[in-house]
């Protein structure tokens, strides 16, 4: 039993001994200790290095606001975490904790050169300097300054770890479980309302647990609680933001504090929605800003009390009280009255409340009112203080090994804020407290100002003797903004707390200002003489304390962030060696390459059997859309360029859609199945996008029209069969449909069945061969395709995938809608002036396209490009120009959109958009590239087959 | 996550069953080709974008599918109500 | 103006800096400017700074309805690059970086602009052509902008994850060398020091509540929570209020106000160091010289100036950043918040005159305005003070949604097949 640990005292597990390291060094604690209270027990008092000055610093809270004692704690295997709050940290065996920010060692830190040197560091010097020479910056000065970032080390592993997410639901959500959280429990809980109450501790009771005279309340209340099936308990649970509609955000820590973490999640986000949130989270005591405030040992009244009562750990042999609360006074005096030395309390008021002055004087601890601490001896511990008169007469020394400072108290109004519930400013607190809300929310307890510490003086900082430009009194401990650096701020034109946060950086730290915004608020107030509400709040924001990455993203990671969607003929493909390639949210069979085939031996094999014999390829991934309803042909008329009331049944039609803004957005061939009933394609990217546009139009504009959309995108499975052979080989399988040319031309389609599965048979093509679209029901997708494989066999069949359906496609002059055109192109600038119904007086889009650029001459064209060296491929991408011998920046006429190797024709092809293009027939463009330039003949974008022969076949 | 209205399922559910779709009230002409290029112009780009009471249309797209408008403020997103397409400006 | 140096410092530090001046006074209105620009954000300080410095018009006001620089330059995530596709994008963007070299001295204010690399990841086929199609346009265009392979974007960029497996794999990626962060707080704050020191008169608190047009159309004033002040040049900067404000000069405006989030992790030892964007994935990040890392979140779907965004948004985010940065998932989130984006129909920003004779507009940069700044800022005074656009913005008018001519870089990368 170390000296700090007094027995008796505290709520942790005397026979539960747990053994930790920190800086590697061997300690014991407690099961109910947290890293802080066990390292306190152990007489260490320095945990931390502060962020620029490198300070040597101790604890400052016992709670979510401590801004010093930071450590990193390593599980090992990737379960690293930097900057944890000491006091948060549960103590469990074999806990590995290091202090952070410091080199070599936590005791000795070449970094606290910067203290040293720390006048001149003051706030905003970077703004000031650095500027020359103006190479330095990239070479010496910026590089320097960015060395100096940050706290812990960053972690250097996957976390191996996994999270979850859930929603919930109550009627009363309370967040806070102190003496007033659990008290509005009791009561929604007596109204037989759905409750959940949380808290951030690893116990409920908050204040509570400090206070040995509310033990036997406590315990009685969490049974009724924990034994009531309308109350929902959550500990370790943090909110961490309030959002629209009383929805908060909440984290509860699920494994951290257990010594073997287990395979379950190791945090779980809670998203709740409830009917009345009521905040119960406290209030936060404000440390007092005077020189020497920062030495470990110097730490808020509320913690040390804390320490004593729920860890029972002493901070000191000989306490120092600083109050200029009377809350100070009565943390001192049940201190005392527990067996710790109080060496003196020290208030700057003239008069305190006879009964508390008394009472010290009774248990006989020295008082020095009207006075106030000066100076602190000591730089890794407390040694004594100094203290004066408020005027600065009447210096003495007192020797002393803790200083507990108590500032007045600040509600914790963070979700109060986030909820944008008004805030008002009260004198007696010297703090903003609740006001109106915005939500059905309220606030109990001390965060709602309901609640009586006593009262006190609200002050920037101590008076003292000493001009406060020389010396560093710390106002945000772990950004090290001092009151000077306000001063400073203001002197130099800040005068908006927005601003003076920004220039100091006061209240940025991990800690989001929980000990230092009113602080920096009063000694701001005081230096502009303005009062406190003229200077403003800094807006509150989520997260109340940090949260982890991972248990935001909760369950979406891997495979889970984004599901990949696959079609049933997927596996197959992956049987047979395909690559694939990622497409919108499908992964599509780029190609199947053979042993030793590179993409472009593949491609080139897969192409010359689809043009020589027959190939079959997966299109399930095309977006399909059931237009059914006496109106359907009218509905389609409207949405496409082209005209779709003649359209017989049995036929087929390439239908392109347009934005209302008249560029290009999707295309796709469509049947009309029966008088009423359209079967639609979309691009595999835009079937979504496409039937939502579609919705649109029916909904709110044309609601008369008797139409209805069904997408059917995974109902159907697609399997393209293309090739001069590919009549061959669906015919053994097919029933109920001639397949000859006459009876089944192009652009046809037909209903049968094949392998006796039922189908809508296309006639279509996208490579320019004779080819069939096989619809069949998804589920029979596979059992189809390897009924046609199995019969393709004698034929010589080939599976080929997007990247040969490109070059076919390319060689035909078809556009792909994303790659030919942009969101720039209408139909007439890709050459698809035939596909718009010129008698049509309206469909979406027809209006845009009069608009006075499209109509002017100039635009980007689709044409074909051929260059002058065969084998040369272009890059897609690759821009062209007029005059190659320009200076840069170069006038740039269009780019190559599509680009391939044709071994087909045994020579490179290519489509681009090119200004004026339709006019360029014949002319040279070039195509200037690193180190060369490249030259090509425009063309018109059909390089196989121009008559269509082979696609009638 | 705001909550909205669904005025034809006639429930309160969380904004990801729902998506936005833009200001409300702004009909398609029945002449496009007759209209002006500014006024085209207007139909197609110019926004009210107020500070405050906005009409405005969502689709109710994991639920029913139905498109309907609301009332929102947008200082503070809170809703005035919703009610079906085709009823007139609330 | 006090000049800012390492001297200057040392002096002042002898003297416990009791004597630096303040960075820029708070201005009383006067009656009459020869140029009023609503709103003290980076774009229009530097609009003011620069009619002052290069256009010779010193009489000039920046109304500010809160504190300057409190918008959106407060509140991005502070990435500058210029690797637009698009030529008049790509000459506007760059017309920009050119000057964020420099800036810092010009302003004899550190705004820490770091040149650290800005590199875009291409997951997917179609993200390679289109980033393929960006480096020729750029290079053609002499903006620096590369090709790297997952190799070599993994070594300039340690932290990120090229497995293969990922479900958005990297194939490779765009890098711009000269792209990189910049201070924003400093940015807004050295305008207005600059500025301040030409004779701008800097007017903070004060609400322009009307726009006052004479009988012939033209602008006379603005009124304000402060009263009436005349000018016969306005510029509206306002960012996500800019439609509120045009709407006082009888003018709507084809633009849409979006809550935009971003965040910050805590502050950790340098570990990351350049830009990484990602388009496919929705990640961006990089890493403040306090060691935080810096994220940019989406939009929410529905307009509002609410400045308050939604949970769902950040657990994406975050989603996003671990499945590219595995590393990061016991990262912890620091700060979240939100600020008001104006969007235009093809995400473009709209810069120059408007149908009402001596009022202009910078406006709709959407998510990408703080890069733009000393270039917005430029040509929005160039624009003022000749009353004709540069040929830099001039494409940037308000003709363009009448008559087609739209800047649409998003549609240029759109995906399909």
């Known amino acids: 039993m170390s000296a700090y640990r007094l027995d008796g005292m505290g709520r942790v597990n005397r026979g539960a001994p747990v053994n930790f390291t920190f800086d590697g060094k061997s300690y014991q604690g407690f099961a109910g200790d947290s890293l802080a209270s066990a390292l306190l027990a152990n007489g260490v008092s320095l945990f931390g290095r502060s962020f620029k000055y490198h300070r040597p610093r101790g604890l400052l809270g016992a709670g979510a606001e401590e801004p010093n004692a930071l450590v990193s704690v390593d599980r090992g295997g990737g379960r690293y975490t930097p900057n944890l709050r000491a006091p948060a940290v549960e103590l469990y065996e074999g806990l590995n904790a290091r202090s952070q920010n410091r080199w070599p060692s936590l005791q000795t830190d070449f970094g606290s050169i910067n203290d040293r040197l720390g006048r001149f560091f003051p706030a905003g010097f970077y703004n000031k300097t650095f500027m020359w020479p103006r190479s330095f910056w990239e070479k010496l000065y910026e590089p320097s300054i960015r060395r100096m970032a940050g706290l812990g080390d960053a972690p250097t592993e996957a976390d191996p770890d996994t999270y979850s997410a859930c929603y919930a639901y109550c009627d009363v959500l309370i967040v806070g479980a102190g003496p007033a959280g659990i008290d509005a429990a009791l009561e929604a809980c007596a109204a037989r309302k759905h409750v959940i109450l949380i808290d951030e501790n690893d116990e409920l009771g908050g204040g509570a647990l400090a206070d040995p005279a509310l033990a036997a309340w406590l315990e009685t209340s969490l049974r009724d609680l924990a034994n009531a099936p309308n109350v929902t308990l959550l500990r370790r649970t943090t909110a961490l933001g ?153 210096r003495q020394k007192l020797a002393c090994d803790a200083v507990l400072m108590a500032g007045g108290w600040t509600p914790s109004v963070h979700l109060w804020s986030h909820s ?51 010396f560093k009194a710390f106002v945000d401990f772990q950004n090290d903004v001092t009151a000077k650096d306000i001063a400073l701020a203001v002197r130099e034109g800040m005068k908006s707390v927005e601003h003076i946060k920004r220039y100091t950086t006061n209240g940025m730290a991990t800690d989001q200002g929980k000990t230092s915004n009113l602080n920096a608020l009063q000694l701001a107030s005081s230096a502009l003489d303005r009062p406190v509400q003229a200077i403003g709040l800094t807006t509150f924001r989520p997260p109340y304390t940090p949260q982890t990455f991972g ?81 359907a042909a009218e509905f389609l008329n409207r949405m496409y360029t082209n005209p779709w009331k003649q359209l017989e049944p049995g036929r087929c039609r390439y239908g392109l859609l347009l934005r209302e803004d008249g560029f290009i957005t999707d295309d796709g061939v469509s049947a009309r199945m029966a008088p009423d009933r359209f079967h639609l394609t979309t691009t595999t990217g835009g079937a979504a996008r496409v039937l939502n546009m579609m919705e649109d139009y029916l909904q709110t504009e044309w609601p008369d029209l008797n139409v209805w959309l069904t997408s059917t995108t995974e109902q159907y499975a697609v399997i393209a069969l293309q090739g001069p052979k590919a009549r061959d080989v669906i015919a053994p399988l097919v029933a109920g449909i001639d397949l000859s040319p006459e009876a089944f031309p192009h652009m046809a389609v037909r209903e049968g069945t094949i392998c006796g599965v039922p189908t809508r048979l296309f006639r279509v093509s996208f490579t320019g061969e004779l080819g069939f679209e096989i619809n ?158 490249l030259t090509a003949k425009v063309v018109k974008p059909m390089f196989y087959d121009a008559e269509g022969s082979r696609l009638n076949g | 996550m705001i909550l909205i209205h669904c005025p034809y399922c006639d429930e309160t559910l969380p904004e990801l069953e729902f998506a936005y779709a833009g200001e409300a009230h702004i009909a398609r002409p029945l002449d496009p080709s007759g209209l002006s290029d500014e006024d085209w112009e207007r139909y197609l780009f110019i926004r ?42 609330k | 103006m006090t000049r800012f140096s390492a001297m200057s410092l040392f002096a002042k530090a002898l003297g416990n800096h009791k004597t630096w001046p303040e960075l820029w006074p708070d201005a009383q209105p006067k009656a009459s400017y020869d140029a009023i620009i609503v709103g003290a954000g980076g774009h229009g300080l530097g609009a003011a700074y620069y009619l002052a410095k290069k256009y010779g018009i010193t009489n000039v006001a920046v109304i500010e309805k809160g504190w300057l620089g409190g918008g959106n330059t407060g509140r991005n995530t502070t990435i500058v690059r210029s690797n637009y596709l698009y030529d008049e994008s790509a000459h506007l963007y760059d017309h920009a970086v050119k000057l964020w070299d420099g800036l810092s001295q010009d302003l004899n204010f550190n705004v820490m602009y770091s040149k650290r690399g800005v590199m875009m990841l291409a997951h997917n086929v179609h993200d390679v052509q289109s980033f393929q199609r960006h480096i020729h346009a750029n290079r053609l265009n002499g903006v620096d902008n590369e090709w790297l392979t997952p190799e070599q974007a993994k070594e300039y960029c340690p932290p990120l994850s090229i497995d293969p497996g990922a479900r958005h794999p990297v194939l490779g990626a765009a890098l711009q060398r000269r792209g990189g962060t910049a201070r924003h707080d400093s940015v807004a704050w050295g305008y207005a020091r600059a500025a301040s020191a030409l004779g701008v008169d800097i007017i903070q608190n004060c609400a322009v509540t009307g726009i006052r047009r004479g009988a012939n159309g033209a602008i006379e004033g603005v009124e304000t929570t402060r009263g009436f002040i005349a000018s016969k040049k306005v510029g509206v900067s306002a960012a996500g209020n800019t439609s509120v404000v045009m709407q006082m000069a009888g003018l ?140 830099i913005n001039a494409p940037f008018n308000l003709d363009r949604f009448r008559n087609g001519r739209l800047i649409d870089e998003a549609a240029a990368a759109a995906v399909a097949h």
């Open chain 3, 252 to 391: 709507d405006f084809p633009l849409e106000s979006y809550p935009l989030q971003a965040l910050v992790s805590e502050p950790i030892k340098p570990v990351f160091p350049c830009v990484v964007m990602s388009n496919t994935v929705h990640a961006y990040i990089s890493q403040s010289d306090k060691g935080e890392l810096v994220i940019g979140a989406g939009t929410d779907q529905y307009v509002s100036y609410s400045q308050r965004g939604a949970l769902h948004i950040v657990e994406h985010t975050l989603a996003a950043i671990c499945e590219i940065f595995p590393m990061f998932r016991r990262m912890r989130m620091l700060r979240n918040w939100g600020g008001i984006v104006d969007v235009t129909p093809d995400r473009s920003p709209i810069l120059g005159k408007t149908p009402v004779p001596g009022l202009y507009v910078n406006c709709g940069w959407g998510t990408g305005g703080f890069k733009a700044t000393p270039g917005a800022g430029d040509l929005l005074a160039y624009t003022m003070a000749r009353d004709e656009p540069h040929w």
């Open chain 2, 48 to 89: 009210a974008n107020p500070r405050g009471r906005h009409n405005e249309r969502w689709r109710h797209v994991h639920g029913c599918g139905r498109f309907f408008n609301a009332v929102r403020d947008t200082v503070t997103d809170k809703f005035e109500l919703t009610y079906k397409a085709g009823e007139p400006r």
């Open chain 1, 776 to 933: 069949v029901p998804a589920a029979y997708g596979r059992h189809v395709w390897e009924a046609v494989w199995a019969a393709g066999q004698a034929h010589g069949i080939t599976p080929y995938g997007t990247e040969t359906m490109h070059v076919l496609r390319a060689e035909k002059g078809f556009i792909i809608v994303g790659q030919d055109t942009d969101g720039t192109v209408t139909p007439f600038d890709a050459g698809l002036d035939w596909a718009v119904g010129k008698k049509k007086p309206d469909f979406v889009g027809k209006r845009s396209m009069a608009r006075p650029d499209i109509v002017a001459s100039g635009r980007k064209q689709l044409v074909g490009l051929l260059t002058d060296d065969p084998s040369v491929v272009l890059e897609e991408g690759a821009q062209i120009v007029l005059d190659p011998n320009q200076p840069v920046p170069m006038k740039m006429v269009g780019h190559v959109t599509s680009s391939y190797w044709s071994a087909t024709l045994g020579r490179s092809i290519a489509m681009a958009l090119v200004a004026g293009g339709f006019d360029r027939m014949g002319e040279t463009i070039y195509v200037p590239m690193p180190g060369k330039t």
């Open chain 1, 420 to 470: 944008l519930g008004k805030l008002a400013w009260s004198d007696d607190w010297g703090a903003y407290l609740p006001d109106v809300p915005n939500e059905n929310c309220r606030c109990v307890g001390a965060c709602g100002g309901k609640w009586s510490f006593g009262s006190g003086l609200n002050i920037g900082a101590l008076p003292s003797p000493r001009d406060p430009a020389t």
């Open chain 1, 242 to 394: 309030y959002y629209h509609d009383n929805f908060i955000g909440a984290v509860e820590r699920l494994t951290d504090h257990l010594a073997q973490p287990g395979h379950g999640a190791r945090e779980q986000l809670w998203r709740i929605r409830a009917g009345e949130v009521v905040l119960a989270q406290g209030a936060i005591e404000r440390p007092l800003v005077f020189e020497g405030n920062d030495v470990p040992g110097v730490m808020l009244a509320s913690a040390a009390r804390t320490y004593l009562f729920r860890f029972g750990v002493a901070v000191g042999r000989n306490v120092a009280v600083m109050a200029v609360h009377d809350s100070g006074w009565k943390d001192a005096l049940a201190m005392a009255k527990a067996g710790v030395r109080i060496a003196a309390i020290i208030d700057l008021r003239e008069t305190v409340a006879a009964a508390l002055v008394d009472e010290a004087k009774a248990l006989g601890i020295r008082t020095e009112l009207g006075s106030a601490v000066i100076g602190v001896a000591g730089r890794q511990a407390v040694k004594g203080i100094e203290v004066s008169r408020a005027d600065g007469s009447m």
């Open chain 1, 551 to 631: 248990a935001l993203a909760g369950h979406a990671k891997d495979a889970l962030f984004q599901p990949v969607r696959k079609t049933g003929i997927d596996p197959w493909a992956e049987e047979h060696g395909a690559v694939f390639e990622l497409v919108a949210q499908w992964r599509r069979a780029r190609y199947f390459p053979k042993a030793g085939e590179d993409m472009h031996a593949a491609v080139n094999r897969e192409c010359l059997a689809v043009r020589e014999g027959v190939g079959i390829f997966d299109a399930s991934t095309l977006g399909k859309i059931e237009v059914v309803g006496p109106d």
